[in-house]
């Protein structure tokens, strides 16, 4: 029999934990032994999964849900055993806000998807003016544009639907889930959806309510889900299950293991070992390796032995951010907070990007009697408020409670959690690199690159990513397996 293949997976963030999952699965599938190390630099499993619990508080230091229309998340909780910890978001006060000059705005039902259900909340919630709605409603007659080379968010949006639309709603809610700058971001690489809707229909308005038509009725069968989902004790239960199930199927997960240089040396003709030489001086090989590494990390880790790879790497550029969780009494902010939060535009020029009502948007975040909300700050463009120590920090963001909702009450409790170069960002251009870094890393046989400084920045999409770098792994180890 012959030996098994090493695989070492640096980085221990969701999706070097994912892709050490999914390369026992398929190993399995095909009778193939692998022997498998997760190196992760830190003190903690799960990088930017970080669940505090504080009494009967829950707090989320990272992201607090992930999306159910990406299977990939469902799935990997079910193979944990987690589903029935699943929650949805609260039934009442399904209600979101966007601010527009000194008020906050409700967002009507339908309007995130371009495809309101009822006319009348769309016409009436004061956020476009009368040609606004007009200049909106041109998407229908707007030809579609060129299939060719790259587009900006903010240019394929005004095109669409107006400035109008896309500085007061569209905008900030890109935004919000990337932290980025709309003028910067790639249409392709971020909402290639869009893209594919305008070139399939003509229309981003006509383009969705065929397809809506076309949708076939969820099935009965299973729960219904809501477009968030959550675990009913944070999203660190994701993390501790997966790295215990990995512990058990004989993986070798290591902490305080920091990678500072790779070495390659020749193994048999065309094949190379791979040598970690670690911060405390020791070495590990393996004939396989995966990067779950930030792209600047990964960056310098590559430059040695493919400067042009390198290159590539250091042109993702990163966002810092930071939230900020506060408890309140209920009763002193009663008739402050109401539905799940708000967006901020990045024409309003605050500091805060968006607030949420934990406590009311989730079940099991906070005691009756407790309001918990989390604010974001930060994300390009917006970051120098993050050179603020934790006191100014938190008392920068308690000011636009006030001026935004009137709270103006002490909170019970503050958490603030920074997260620096945390969130990559795909400009114009981003998927043609990702192509060059192919090409540029073809030569090294058994090295492959995941992460969300790729191909999606949500939890699904880090776990789909990784199941995917785990088949190019197979793949390589079964091509190269003596039979």
């Not at 190196?39 to 849900?65: C, N």
């Not at 956020?127 to 060719?148: E, K, N, Q």
Request: charged share 20%; with cysteine.
């Amino acid at each position: 029999m012959s030996r098994p293949r090493r695989v070492v997976i640096v980085g221990g963030g969701i999706s070097g934990l994912a892709t050490a999952f999914a390369l026992q699965e398929q190993a399995a599938a095909k009778g193939l032994s692998l022997e498998c190390t997760v190196l992760e630099s830190g003190s903690s499993w799960g990088g930017k999964i970080v669940t505090h619990r504080i009494g009967d508080l829950v707090t989320e230091a990272g992201p607090d849900s992930f999306l159910s229309q990406k299977h990939a998340g469902l799935e990997l909780c079910a193979k944990l055993g987690l589903t029935d910890q699943l929650i949805n978001t609260n039934e009442t006060g399904k209600r979101a806000f966007v601010l527009h000059g000194s008020r906050l705005h409700e967002l009507p039902e339908g309007l995130v998807s371009f495809v309101p259900r009822q006319l009348g909340p769309f016409l009436r919630s004061g956020l476009l003016s009368w040609t606004g709605l007009a200049r909106m409603g041109l998407d229908v007659l707007i030809p579609r544009g060129s299939s060719d080379g790259d587009e900006s968010l903010a240019s394929f949006f005004r095109r669409r639907f107006g400035p109008q639309a896309f500085e007061r709603v569209l905008e900030p809610l890109m935004a919000g889930i990337y932290a980025g700058d709309a003028e910067q971001m790639s249409l392709k690489a971020t909402f290639p959806r869009f893209f594919e809707l305008e070139q399939r229909y003509g229309s981003i308005i006509r383009g969705m309510t065929a397809e809506k038509k076309q949708t076939p009725p969820m099935s009965s069968s299973g729960p219904k889900r809501t477009m968030f989902v959550s675990l009913k004790n944070g999203l660190g239960d994701l993390v501790t299950a997966l790295q215990a199930r990995l512990e058990q199927q004989g993986v070798e997960c290591r902490l305080g293991c920091r990678v500072d240089a790779l070495r390659v040396r020749s193994h048999q003709p065309g094949r190379w070992m791979y040598d970690l030489i670690l911060n405390e001086g020791s070495a590990v090989s393996a004939e396989h390796l995966v990067l779950a590494t930030p792209a600047y990390v990964s960056a310098d880790l590559l430059r040695p032995l493919t400067p042009i790879a390198g290159g590539l790497l250091e042109m993702i550029p990163y966002a810092s951010t930071a939230t900020i969780a506060m408890a309140y009494p209920a009763e002193l902010v009663a008739g402050a907070v109401e539905g799940f939060g708000f967006i901020v535009p990045r024409i309003a020029g605050r500091d805060l990007i968006a607030a949420t009502w934990t406590s009311l948007k989730w079940p099991h975040r906070a005691p009756a009697g407790q309001v918990l909300i989390r604010c974001y700050v930060g994300g390009v463009g917006r970051e120098g408020v993050l050179q603020f120590d934790d006191a100014k920090l938190v008392a920068t963001v308690r000011a636009e409670l006030t001026a935004l909702c009137g709270i103006a009450a002490e909170p019970s409790y503050v958490e603030v959690n920074r997260w620096w170069k945390a969130m990559p960002q795909y400009t114009l251009g981003h998927l043609n690199r990702l192509d060059q870094l192919d090409a540029a890393l073809s030569r090294y046989p058994g090295l492959v690159l995941t992460g969300a400084g790729y191909r999606g920045v949500g939890i699904p999409d880090c776990i789909r990513d990784g199941a995917l770098a785990a088949a190019k792994i197979i793949q390589d180890v079964a091509g190269t397996h003596p039979a």
